[in-house]
């Protein structure tokens, strides 16, 4: 089977340290998650920055501190920023960061309710105009997906030349007010996609690993981190992104999958070959 690519969420833009004491703020805590990520075995990191108090920003200042660490720690690693930023922001607060010479970043396809009175905006030209700065801008998107329409709207994108080949998308499952992650939701999204589109699953809290378990069996590919489940299991609080790393790592050896490089992961979804001289 194919390599997996493991993507780690260190920061994410909701979760605090006191839910997990080890989510990142300070640029040497990113640095600090990232390294330890990648050394367990995370090709891909998503990436939330945050100033020193745990507010998220989308602040290209920071965003370009924060990547320059994590660069000089991990040469090699793929960084990918969030676009989807935190519930409330603006679209051109969101995208600033793509003003980066940065390699890939994330692309939510669609809105969904995010729990309380709280929404997560992503319009039909919201989607359209992110991914139309980031092929101006030659960065790879990750197509986020929270169920199953928000695939339908990349496909009619697609076919209408808004959004370009490869595809590669996330099931982001288990968000309140999304889709959940069970078997059936897994493999309805599975089949939905044309044959040469890749994808990757972020199961939220407890479905987590479940659909880590059904990706690695299923050749998709797999992201955790503290962004979106802060426990190694039932009320196990993880011990950092690492141990969420690891767990993943473990299950691909007993499966027999073995665990993609950034080099690999970049020829798997037909990124370009790193450009260390131009991207941060
Ligand atoms: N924090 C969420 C509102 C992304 O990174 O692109 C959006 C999110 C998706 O996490
Ligand atoms: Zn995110």
């Not at 073995?258 to 798997?268: F, G, I, N, S």
Request: charged fraction near 25%; glycine fraction near 8%.
């Amino acid at each position: 089977m194919n390599k997996l690519i493991i993507t780690c969420a260190i920061s994410g833009a909701e979760v605090m340290k006191e839910h997990n004491p080890y989510v990142p703020y300070t640029v040497d805590e990113m640095v600090r998650e990232a390294r330890e990520a990648v050394d367990a075995g995370a090709a891909i990191i998503h990436l939330h920055a945050r100033f020193d108090d745990g507010t998220p920003t989308q602040d290209k200042a920071r965003y370009e501190t924060i990547i320059k660490a994590i660069r000089k720690a991990c040469p090699d690693v793929i960084i990918q920023p969030s676009t989807g930023g935190a519930v409330g922001m603006s679209r051109e607060e969101r995208m600033q960061v793509t003003e980066l010479p940065i390699e890939m970043a994330t692309l939510d396809c669609g809105t969904l309710n995010f729990g309380g009175d709280a929404i997560f905006i992503n319009t039909e030209n919201d989607i359209k105009y992110f991914a139309k700065t980031m092929k101006e801008r030659n960065i790879f998107p990750e197509l986020e997906c929270f169920e199953k329409g928000h695939i339908d709207m990349v496909l009619n994108l697609h076919k209408k030349g808004f959004i370009h080949a490869p595809l590669h998308f996330s099931f982001v499952l288990g968000v309140n007010g999304g889709m959940r992650g069970e078997a059936r939701d897994f493999h309805f999204l599975r089949e939905s996609l044309p044959p040469s589109a890749t994808f990757s699953v972020a199961g939220i809290g407890r479905y987590e690993f479940r659909l880590a378990e059904l990706a690695i069996h299923h050749g998709g590919h797999v992201r955790v981190g503290l962004e979106d489940n802060i426990y190694l299991e039932k009320g196990v609080l993880a011990e950092g992104n690492k141990a969420l790393v690891k767990k993943v790592v473990a299950m691909a050896n007993e499966a027999n999958r073995c665990v993609a490089t950034p080099k690999e992961a970049r020829q798997l979804l037909g990124i370009k070959e790193f450009d260390h001289e131009n991207i941060l």
